[in-house]
């Protein structure tokens, strides 16, 4: 197992279009988060998963924005209508929660710019 | 209202100077701080976690410290290769979000 892995690296599109995301996470854990960077910034949290669950979505989401997670595997966001402001790196993180002690590990993200 | 503040935002040392990156948190109630490196380009890399006030942990050139308000990453004699941005994050009894700070960007001059 090599890690949370996220494709594609980097993703242009153009204002208006859709475009989707996807993330495997580490095989044996079972919660996933996405966040959203921008330069400068730490990243901010926007959705996590508890297997298949989608358990808490950031109030700041745009409804635009939709993440599903199919057997608890791997996990996909997707953006309609994107917008210049979408531009950012998203993030994939997952973890093994047992008990009270978590500990998030990411992937190397995905680069949107919208043109 | 920030929950986690990093300062300095911006650190630059000599190579061997030695320093500390600070992270203070505002809330009640931590459940766990993390400390992560990040490279441009990159996400996050886990460093640390620390779970209790007097807690230490250390690994290479790195030490992590937590109290009751804030924690520090200290860092001894640095390379050239450990020039990164430093976040924290933290992570509240209350909730399952992991809040991060602005990050420090850490530059070490040969």
């Known amino acids: 197992d090599t890690g949370v892995s996220q494709n594609p690296r980097h993703k242009i599109t153009k204002r208006g279009q859709n475009v989707t995301f996807r993330c495997d996470p580490i095989s044996e854990h079972n919660r996933l988060y996405w966040y959203r960077q921008t330069l400068g910034q730490g990243p901010e949290f926007l959705t996590y998963?508890?297997?298949?669950?989608?358990?808490?979505k950031s109030r700041l989401l745009s409804d635009r924005f939709s993440a599903e997670r199919p057997k608890g595997s791997f996990s996909t966001l997707e953006i309609q209508r994107t917008e210049q402001g979408d531009s950012a790196m998203y993030l994939c993180?997952?973890?093994?929660?047992?008990?009270?002690?978590?500990?998030?590990?990411f992937g190397s993200g995905t680069q949107l710019s919208v043109l | 209202e920030d929950q986690v503040t990093q300062s300095p935002e911006a650190l630059r040392l000599q190579e061997g100077e030695s320093s500390s990156l600070n992270c203070s948190y505002t809330v009640s109630g931590l459940r766990g701080l993390f400390w992560y490196r990040q490279d441009p380009g990159k996400g996050p890399e886990f460093l640390f976690t620390?779970?209790?006030a007097g807690e230490e942990k250390e690994k290479e050139r790195l030490k992590a410290t937590l109290t009751k308000k804030e924690s520090f990453l200290h860092i001894t004699a640095p390379k050239p290769e450990d020039s990164a941005t430093y976040l924290c994050a933290v992570q509240y009894y209350t909730g399952n979000q992991f809040y991060f700070g602005t990050g420090t960007s850490l530059t070490v001059i040969p």
């Open positions: 993180a997952s973890s093994l929660e047992t008990g009270m002690r978590e500990k998030l590990f």
């Open positions: 620390l779970y209790s």
């Open positions: 998963f508890q297997n298949e669950a989608q358990l808490e």
